[in-house]
């Protein structure tokens, strides 16, 4: 059949929205872009208020003087935490996971209006037995999110997705088990929040989905409008998740440009566990355009 006037003119107006859909948000070539290895653990009960508490924690003064997790506990890209102690009863009294830490290989990208960002790992899938487990259906074995801390948050700098942790909230010893994570004086339209993308696996390619959502009186797990797509895929044990951001988004959505450096931690959740059972990164810097713990290079 010949091709009509109107089929070529559908077709055109095909391509040239590909076209422009290319140029809006373009994959970087994975293999130029330097990976930086982030480790994540299993961290047992340590939430802000033990953390900052004087007696139990000895990192709280060096905290209060400026000091940032990291700078205390990463030395070469690996972290001096003491497991034994982080898996004994007196911080994990419910058992985490066999496997208490692993390393997360980061990479990261912008162009004029996006940012993307790549993290490539091996999930352990030995997590606990008594670990509460997500139920629903489809069943997401594998989770794994990037928060992002507002520039008001206290000490965002310095304690990554901590901001967020507190000691009554659900999966605590004896908190509230409908309590959410929450930021201590939130305030969404005055940068005191975390905004966060989460990839979720589906079983047998089915159900796999993402969401962008933030942290401020409580955790909401939608609203974002900066998160273009999260797309991952397992292959020989080693999972690899691609998030597309806009820059910019809206309420929520910690708002990012060239020059600028922002705080961010990392969650993995393995074997299909909820809630605290995850393994957490301390908290980084992601320089874009500027000078970070992971660097974004602009393509
Ligand atoms: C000034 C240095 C310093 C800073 C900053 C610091 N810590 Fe620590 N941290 C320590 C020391 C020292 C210990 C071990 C002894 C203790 O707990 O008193 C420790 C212990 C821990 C432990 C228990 C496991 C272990 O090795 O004993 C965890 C978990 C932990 N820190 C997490 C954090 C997190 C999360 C932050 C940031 C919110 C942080 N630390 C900030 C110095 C620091």
Redesign the pocket.
């Known amino acids: 059949m010949p091709l009509k006037r109107s089929h070529l003119a559908l077709l055109l107006a095909g391509s040239l929205l590909s076209v422009a859909a290319g140029v809006q948000a373009a994959a970087p070539d994975w293999s130029k872009v330097p990976k930086r290895n982030i480790q994540v653990f299993h ?2 009960v ?1 939430p802000m208020e033990w ?1 900052t508490k004087r007696g139990a ?3 709280g ?3 209060r003087k400026g ?3 990291a ?3 990463e030395d070469a890209g690996e972290l ?3 497991f034994e ?2 898996a004994g009863k007196d ?1 994990e009294p419910v058992g985490g996971s066999k496997t208490m830490m692993f390393p997360v290989a980061v990479q990261a990208a912008y162009d004029a209006d996006h940012l993307y960002m790549r993290l490539t790992f091996k999930a352990p899938a030995d997590a606990a037995a008594e670990a509460p487990r997500e139920d629903k259906t489809p069943k997401h074995e594998l989770k794994a999110a990037v928060m992002f801390v507002a520039s008001k948050v206290p000490m965002a700098n ?2 990554g997705c ?1 901001a967020t942790c507190h000691d009554d909230v659900r999966s605590m010893p004896g908190a509230n088990k409908d309590k959410k994570k929450y930021i201590a004086g939130a305030n969404l339209g005055d940068e005191t929040f975390t905004d966060y993308m989460q990839w979720k696996s589906g079983e047998a390619g089915a159900g796999a989905m993402f969401l962008d959502g933030h942290v401020a009186e409580a955790r909401v797990n939608k609203d974002g409008k900066a998160l273009v797509k999260a797309e991952g895929v397992t292959q020989g044990g080693e999972t690899t998740v691609t998030f597309t951001r806009k820059l910019t988004g809206e309420a929520g959505d910690v708002p990012m440009a060239e020059g600028k450096a922002i705080p961010f931690g990392i969650a993995i959740h393995t074997d299909r566990t909820v809630y605290r059972f995850h393994h957490v990164s ?2 980084y810097m992601l320089g874009i355009g500027a000078e970070g713990d992971v660097k974004a290079v602009k393509q």
Do not use: F, S
């Open positions: 961290a047992g340590t953390i924690h000895g990192g003064n060096g905290l000091e940032t997790c700078g205390c506990h001096n935490l003491d102690r982080l911080l310095q304690v901590w301390l908290g």
